[in-house]
């Protein structure tokens, strides 16, 4: 069964920091690029970073410098380290991937962040 599970989510004041985990079922992560997404209320649903399987890593333009992409492939676990949080990164974030054509994503996590 293919699962991808966040957590580390929640609510932190600005400029705090949060670590989120994807824990993902073995047959989905090994060999795949994993991705974190996010999706703020009322907007569309937006890519935050991504990782290739050797470690290659490439973030959006809104959060360079401030989140980082990383993974443990003998955990399958995919992290996403958000620094200097803003309020404007208040969102859902989800984990994802694609194998074989076809997308999986995550429940999400709830980050929200206050002033």
């Known amino acids: 069964q293919v699962q991808l599970v966040e957590s580390g989510g929640g609510l932190v004041q600005v400029g705090g920091s949060l670590r989120l985990s994807c824990a993902a079922s073995?047959?989905?992560?090994?060999?795949?690029?994993m991705g974190w997404y996010r999706q703020a209320p009322g907007k569309q649903r937006e890519l935050v970073a991504t990782?290739?399987?050797?470690?290659?890593?490439n973030v959006v333009d809104s959060v360079k410098g401030r989140f980082t992409i990383s993974r443990d492939n003998a955990k399958n676990t995919v992290y996403l380290q958000m620094n200097n949080l803003k309020p404007e990164d208040t969102a859902v974030y989800y984990c994802?991937?694609?194998?074989?054509?076809?997308?999986?994503w995550g429940k999400g996590t709830l980050v929200t962040v206050t002033a």
């Open positions: 073995g047959s989905i992560f090994s060999g795949n690029v």
């Open positions: 994802a991937t694609r194998q074989a054509g076809v997308n999986y």
């Open positions: 990782i290739t399987v050797g470690g290659s890593t």
